[in-house]
T-cell receptor, first 111, second 116 residues
Framework: KQEVTQIPAALSVPEGENLVLNCSFT??????LQWFRQDPGKGLTSLLL?????REQTSGRLNASLDKSSGRSTLYIAASQPGDSATYLC??????????FGQGTTLQVKP | GAGVSQSPSNKVTEKGKDVELRCDPI?????LYWYRQSLGQGLEFLIY????????KSGLPSDRFSAERTGGSVSTLTIQRTQQEDSAVYLC??????????????FGPGTRLTVL
């Protein structure tokens, strides 16, 4: 059974810092990995999708990497801003596309 | 273009009543997913529809839960005889339904269900 773990559960940093969020999964037979952002009381916003054959994806200040064989992904946020404060969720997809989620990392960026 | 929409945004019901939650996927998306987000369990998959294929119901927690998708578009999740443990946020997502490798899912805002 696929299990997804995110570390740390919570993170507080001063504005401007670069930071890394970690995601690990137990079964390497994935088709893709998605990173999402969730603001309090809101739905999920897709940030990045990495196909199983890819090593990384970049969007603006975000960079996500994938090491499928070791069951790990990282989300790198450069020059963090208070507006980046949210919960970040990692999810892996099997052959039907249904997502298995981690518990999330709650990020607070202090001005 | 319009994203995934869900209604109602909030629903409060009494234990034992039936509820219906609605999801309107992104136009043209053939795949539709329901998930549940609760404090104790995090985000869990419930059910998946892909085109005209039989739905994958493997995540439904009990036979009180059912879902249908009419005309390959709008979906309704029904919970019969609601229990307090059904209280959660119910999220719907849709995707283009192509290869699972790049099957990016887009989520609606969710329906917050509270069972008293």
């Amino acid at each position: 059974k696929q299990e997804v773990t995110q570390i740390p559960a919570a993170l507080s940093v001063p504005e401007g810092e670069n930071l890394v969020l970690n995601c690990s999964f137990t079964d390497s037979a994935i088709y893709n990995l998605q990173w999402f952002r969730q603001d309090p009381g809101k739905g999920l916003t897709s940030l990045l999708l990495i196909q199983s054959s890819q090593r990384e994806q970049t969007s603006g200040r975000l960079n996500a990497s994938l090491d499928k064989s070791s069951g790990r992904s990282t989300l790198y946020i450069a020059a963090s801003q208070p507006g980046d404060s949210a919960t970040y969720l990692c999810a892996v997809a099997g052959n039907t596309g249904k997502l298995i989620f981690g518990q999330g990392t709650t990020l607070q960026v202090k001005p | 273009g319009a994203g995934v929409s869900q209604s109602p945004s909030n629903k409060v019901t009494e234990k034992g009543k039936d509820v219906e939650l609605r999801c309107d996927p992104i136009s043209g998306h053939t795949a539709l997913y329901w998930y549940r987000q609760s404090l104790g369990q995090g985000l869990e998959f419930l059910i998946y529809f892909q085109g005209n294929s039989a739905p994958d119901k493997s995540g439904l927690p009990s036979d009180r839960f059912s879902a249908e998708r009419t005309g390959g578009s709008v979906s309704t999740l029904t919970i019969q005889r609601t229990q307090q443990e059904d209280s959660a946020v119910y999220l719907c997502a849709s995707s283009s339904g192509g290869s699972p490798s790049y099957n990016e899912q887009f989520f609606g805002p969710g329906t917050r269900l509270t069972v008293l």
